[in-house]
């Protein structure tokens, strides 16, 4: 049974759902560019990129596009979708136990909407480190090896909870375990479909001790 110090986050579909508010902010963009609304499988893709690889998907039929897409994207602020988003149930009852007695640390490909989401919902105190596309996009391990060497934990003392593929990639180039939540099709170490589950996982799983005051 191994020590357990630290837990990572994804963001979207993780601590809330989404997707509702991606489909808003990406179709209020190519409206304003006269390109059609979200296709069904370019919603999964939006959903799990960033918001310049999402744009550049999206209008690689149209480049000459882009630029104002981009434009617009930048100019936008997420805000204006905040009524769509639904925090997962649970969460904030996990993070309060969960935060006295792991280090608790986010790794999204969200850009400059990551902290704004986090403080309407008032979450962001409950993290120690956040790693957003700004920094590094989660394509590249840097974006999750930075939080280890940071928080100086070793992989194998680290549970990353994510729900895409990109989190899958992620976590087996950095020999870091992986929760699946709410995705059973991913090769996971752990599949959980609420934060009860989770706990009980972690509970069973793995020794850890209270964080220093």
């Given at each position: 049974m191994s020590f357990l110090k630290l837990l990572i986050f994804d963001c979207d579909g993780v601590i809330f759902d989404s997707k509702l508010a991606n489909i808003q902010f990406?179709?209020?963009i190519l409206e304003r560019v006269n390109r059609k609304p979200l296709l069904l499988q370019e919603v999964e893709?939006?959903?799990m990129h960033t918001v310049w690889e999402a744009l550049e998907y999206l209008l690689k039929d149209f480049p000459e596009k882009l630029s104002q897409a981009k434009k617009i994207a930048k100019e936008t602020s997420y805000s204006?979708?905040?009524d769509y988003l639904v925090l997962e149930e649970g969460i904030r009852e996990f993070l309060k136990w969960a935060k006295?007695?792991?280090?608790l640390a986010i790794c999204t490909n969200r850009t400059t909407s990551t902290e704004p989401v986090l403080e309407h919902?008032?979450?962001k105190t409950f993290f120690d480190y956040i790693m957003c596309a700004l920094h590094t996009p989660k394509?590249?391990?840097k974006a999750l090896l930075s939080i280890l060497e940071t928080l100086k934990v070793k992989n194998d003392e680290a549970l990353y909870i994510g729900d895409s593929e990109v989190d899958q990639r992620l976590c087996e180039s950095c020999k870091v375990k992986l929760v699946a939540y709410k995705n059973p099709h991913l090769k996971a170490d752990f599949y959980v479909?609420?934060?009860?589950?989770l706990k009980e996982?972690?509970?069973k799983n793995f020794k850890f001790s209270p964080r220093p005051s």
């Open positions: 990406y179709n209020y893709y939006v959903h204006l979708f905040f006295n007695y792991f280090y919902f008032s979450l394509s590249d391990p479909h609420s934060y009860l589950e996982i972690i509970e």
